[in-house]
């Protein structure tokens, strides 16, 4: 195959990224990234979910028949999320509450059904595996930069602990909703410039 | 048709296998989710009953011990929680509202005579977090601590914005900016909390 591991690994961080490229997974990037913990928390889910069912997919992609292949790649990314729901409420339950239900929603995530179709459905295990890892990377480097932003002018916080100084009023956009619509498009605006001017 | 069936069976298989891994990992984990989830349930009632004096977050042997010698569990219609303080008892209860997106679940404290809220923490709810899921915030849960309960049936402890809630017997507390539903929610949970379930706590423990 032409493509070498690291090649995949930084376009799904860069030049390919899901979120800032693909424009896929913006209903989480909106929801969960007004702290940096939770953030982080659905990012290496998402991580974890993305690598592993691409993994799965691509181990049993000469198997599965044509026509349920869509049903099969929800059952299996389904298992997953249901997986990660599990093991978060017994080993971190404080994060467990705090993600609340979003983290059954990493089910509608469609960066994990995009790679799946896009990449693991023509490609090894390995490579998919590596596929799947990046394009979470990829996913919640954009997203920890949102949430930086909104934390820190919403809360006054960085993880929870206080950095502005005593005085400073939250912006309570920040917290809501819109604030992520304008630094996501914020974001997506200043890095595809280059893109797009080196086409 | 062959082409079919096999398609049939490929899917009915995996999802038998999955099923099966799910379940192994769902029987093997629940002991460790029921035991936190007790634990969690516990450490809130000390919280309620402020019985951990001093440590904000007592240890998980010093929730089982405070539990097992201060706590007294009394079962009927609901559940109450017993515990005395200096002579008098005070009781906690689980109470269930509509909140914004969901049910919240919350677990309030009162006194014997159900005249003051002692405390009130929020056992589930799914409140939009940075706003409504502010109400699991210390500022938001202690201001109802030692607060007067008002005899207006519909505003037993009113959420209110822009007024001096800074005493304890106006039974007003603030509400929480950017949070106008939940903020309804809880003052309805708390009319809920006196008119309907407190009755049902007396019947309990008498």
Sequence with gaps: MAESKKTIFLANIWKNNPVIVQILGICSALAVTNNLTNTLIMGIGLIFTTAFSSLTISALRRHIPKNVRMMVQVLIIATYV???????????????????????????????????????????PVLSFIDGISAGIGYSLILLAVAFIRELLGFGTLFGLRVMPEGFTPWVIMIMAPSAFFILGAIIWIARTPIVKKK | MNEKLYSVLFAFILTTVFVLCLAGINALASGTIERNERLEFQRSLIYVFELS???????????????????????????????????????????????????????????????????????????????????????????????????????????????????????????????TRTSESIQALLNKAVNTVFPLVLEVVD
């Design chain 2, 53 to 179: 004096d001093g440590a904000d977050f007592p240890s998980n042997e010093e929730v089982q011990e405070l539990y097992s010698s201060r706590i007294k569990e009394v079962e009927g219609e609901q559940t109450v929680y017993v515990v005395e303080k200096d002579g008098t008892r005070e009781f906690a209860f689980t109470v269930q509202s509509a909140g914004l997106w969901g049910t919240i679940t919350a677990l309030v404290a009162v006194d014997e005579s159900g005249s003051r809220i002692t405390g009130i923490d929020f056992v589930s709810h799914s409140e939009t977090p940075g706003l409504g899921g502010r109400i699991d915030e210390e500022s938001f849960k202690e201001q109802f601590r030692g607060e007067l309960v008002s005899s207006d049936s519909s505003a037993r402890v009113a959420v209110v914005s822009g007024q001096d809630t800074a005493s304890r017997d106006d039974s007003k507390v603030d509400a929480i900016t950017g949070a």
């Design chain 1, 82 to 124: 249901i997986i990660l729901d599990i093991v978060l409420k017994a080993y971190l339950p404080s994060i467990s509450k705090a993600l609340g239900p979003y983290v059954g929603l990493i089910i509608t995530n469609c960066i994990i059904m995009g790679r799946a179709e896009a990449f693991a459905q023509s490609h090894g």
